[in-house]
């Protein structure tokens, strides 16, 4: 059974840096896509960025140039590093695993396992 376990969440003012973590399990073989996505209470869950099993990077236009997504498949492990933080990055961010190797888009239904969620906060 696949488990994605975020951590490296909290708080931080508005031009900050967070560095979040995603440690997965349970794969056969660590060759899926993933993914993060964040949620704000009353709004929909959206993509931030993805990442495809040889470690080419897909972004929403809200984040380009401020968060970089990596992984080391040795570690099983996707990172997002959060820079220039903003007010409105705050939200629950989530791991996603995806349905195979390749970015097939950052809807929800293009992935199929989820973490349980970690609070970023930005203050002004």
């Known amino acids: 059974q696949v488990r994605l376990v975020e951590s490296g969440g909290g708080s931080v003012q508005s031009g900050g840096s967070l560095k979040l973590s995603c440690a997965a399990s349970g794969y056969t073989s660590f060759r899926y896509s993933m993914a993060w996505f964040r949620q704000v209470p009353g709004k929909e869950r959206e993509g931030v960025a993805a990442i495809d099993s040889h470690g080419n990077p897909s972004y929403a236009d809200s984040v380009k140039g401020r968060f970089t997504i990596s992984r080391d498949n040795a570690k099983e492990t996707v990172y997002l590093q959060m820079d220039s933080l903003k007010p409105e990055d705050t939200a629950i961010y989530y791991c996603?695993?995806?349905?195979?190797?390749?970015?097939?888009?950052?809807?929800?239904?293009?992935?199929?396992?989820w973490g349980q969620g970690n609070q970023v906060t930005v203050s002004s």
């Open positions: 996603a695993g995806g349905k195979g190797p390749v970015i097939t888009g950052l809807r929800l239904d293009d992935y199929d396992y």
